[in-house]
């Protein structure tokens, strides 16, 4: 097993709070409406939403699923740590995938998302990390600006 881990940061012209809000608490209703076209659903099925909680999201493309276990969750200081541990995301490439996430204040006022992951791979499993981070980055910079814009218009 390898571990490849990349670095991923994206800005916002709205505040840490705000985005934490609505890009954590509020995902399971809000992605669904603002990500159609990747997120078909997504609920808690176990815990409260605190650490230990485990949620399952479906996804549109090829009616697929993944599970996520929230390992840490510090509404004060907008930090979100979780982990894919199961669906079809793996797909025999990866033992889990494992986010840690923080909102910080930027000084215009606005926010930095700040997020490492770590792709855990299974052995005889070899990509390219660049690949991986690049696809990573990518994912992350277009459901930062989905709820950017979906909460300047609401």
């Not at 200081?77 to 894919?84: E, G, R």
């Not at 499993?125 to 660049?130: Q, W």
Request: hydrophobic share 40%; with cysteine.
């Amino acid at each position: 097993m390898g571990v490849v881990t990349g670095e991923i940061e994206v800005a916002s012209v709205l505040p840490p709070a705000k985005m934490f809000k609505a890009s954590v608490l509020d995902a399971d209703q809000l992605f669904p409406k603002i990500m159609s076209q990747a997120i078909k659903s997504a609920e808690l099925i176990e815990g409260d939403g605190g650490a230990g909680s485990i949620r399952k999201v479906n996804l549109v493309e090829d009616d697929t699923y993944m599970k996520q276990k929230v390992d840490a969750l510090d509404k004060e200081n907008f930090v979100h740590c979780y982990t894919i541990f199961e669906g079809d995301m793996l797909a025999n490439k990866f033992e889990k995938i494992s986010y840690e996430t923080k909102w910080e204040s930027s000084p215009d006022g606005g926010s930095i998302f700040k997020s490492t992951v770590k792709f855990y791979t299974l052995p005889g499993f070899d990509v390219p990390g660049e690949n991986l981070i690049n696809k990573a980055k990518e994912k992350t910079a277009v459901m930062v600006k989905a709820v950017e814009a979906y909460l300047q218009a609401n």
